[in-house]
């Protein structure tokens, strides 16, 4: 966001300081201080979070000249971090940035362009070029930016919508790691999700993809998880409370139980089909079993995980190994085998087997598709990248234990952070263009 005429652009100063006025720093666009994430809030108007972290940009209570605008914690229920974007001039991105609950103030640079120079709230008018900023896209640098991956194609998504806008969220609820006033993580249910939501975590990047953002920090969904999430969690009652959630109606079983019991279910059998770029992982721990893994899709059980679909980057390498981990339902024991599909970073057991880089491995940044389909007894997971298969692999449940009508099943897909020993400001980004799952017997 580089103001009109200078070399100058909207800065938040290195790292994540709660206070921190915004100041001009000369114009880079792989600056990740520069770099800034627009969360929409419907009706024109946006709030803008500093990359990488959770604050945003806030004018202060109420509007009067010199203002200072800072970074506080975001909070999308707070007018003080909304902005109405203004165009200035027709048929460019330069924009004026008037404070939502005091329309008669905006974001103002002050006169000239210096290093460190402050900016605050002065009384809106257009034709003031102090208040005249040109937006540039920053998603396609090498710092990941707000979303986007590299060889993205056109997935027809609206960077001005929230993400229920572009994906179909009806059939999800979606977890963040900010305490609900019980010690748990907040949900967010199907109507609300679907009508406009978006937050710090969870929000659509400036090409239209679906962001998931969790730091390593935060609150988990129960006491026997130890790990954080921003993760969306099937419900195919599609907003109807009278079913509840564990409810069979509300959850799919695979074709391999009795046929008399499966139109009890919402749907059998099932794809999760999803195309996406992992942006950031952690990168700060010594633990190589924890350091840079994240779950990105999943089917779960009642009680265990038939699938967990990992992405696993070290931070010396270039490339993320991509792997499964199969586990049996509780009731046959609950053991675990694990599978590589890109690189071979894992044992059948689980144990690291390898910290190389792998060649055929995905990129930060680079975008590939993920499909997980189940047929009976069957459960394959695929990856590609621009319609070509990359890998592939099929396992036989039949000795798994999920063929009785008492386990129901439902997609997961975001981020499930697999890191607790990185520091507390280190985190996972994900960008999501494309999410649609698929029943038997369902017809949302």
Known sequence: ??????????????????????????????????????ISHGSGYYSYK???????????????????????????????QHWKKVKVTS????????????????IDGNGGAALRQSLYLWTSSSGNINQQWELTRTDDTSSGGSGGGSGSGDHNLDA??????????????????????????????????????????????????????????????????KYVRTELREMLRRGDTSYSTSGKDNNWAFSSIPSSSQSAFGGIDGVLDATLAVNHVTTTSS???????????????????????YYHKLPGNNNGAIYFAHETSKSDGGNETWYNLLGSMVSSNGDLNSTSNPSNGIALNEEFSYTITVNGDSLTAKISQNGSQLASKTINMSGSGYDDSSNYMYFKAGIYLQDNSSNDSDYAKVTFYKLTNTHDNYNP
Not at 91 to 106: D, V
Not at 163 to 190: C, H, M, Q, R
Request: hydrophobic content about 30%.
């Open 160 to 225: 001005s919508k929230a993400p229920s806008g572009n994906f179909d969220l009806l059939d999800w609820y979606l977890s963040i790691p900010v305490d609900e006033g019980d010690g748990y993580a907040t949900s967010i249910k199907e109507v609300e999700l679907a009508a406009s939501y978006e937050d710090s975590y969870f929000y659509t990047g400036s090409d239209g993809g679906m962001v998931f953002y969790t730091p390593v920090k935060g609150v988990t969904t129960s006491s026997g998880t």
């Open 287 to 309: 633990n190589n079993e924890q350091v840079g893994r994240i779950v990105i899709g999943q089917i779960h059980a009642e009680g265990n995980e038939p699938i967990r679909l």
């Open 50 to 80: 500093k990359e990488g972290t959770s604050l945003c940009w806030d004018g202060g209570t109420g509007g009067a000249k010199r203002q200072a605008v800072t970074l506080e914690v975001c909070d999308s229920s707070n007018y003080d």
């Open 91 to 106: 048929g460019t991105e330069i924009y004026r940035f008037e404070k939502r609950n005091a329309p008669g103030f905006s």
């Open 1 to 38: 966001m580089q103001k009109m005429e200078t070399g100058y652009s909207i800065d938040g100063n290195g790292g994540a300081v709660q206070g921190q006025q915004l100041y001009l720093w000369t114009t880079k666009t792989t600056n990740v201080n520069q770099n800034w994430v627009q």
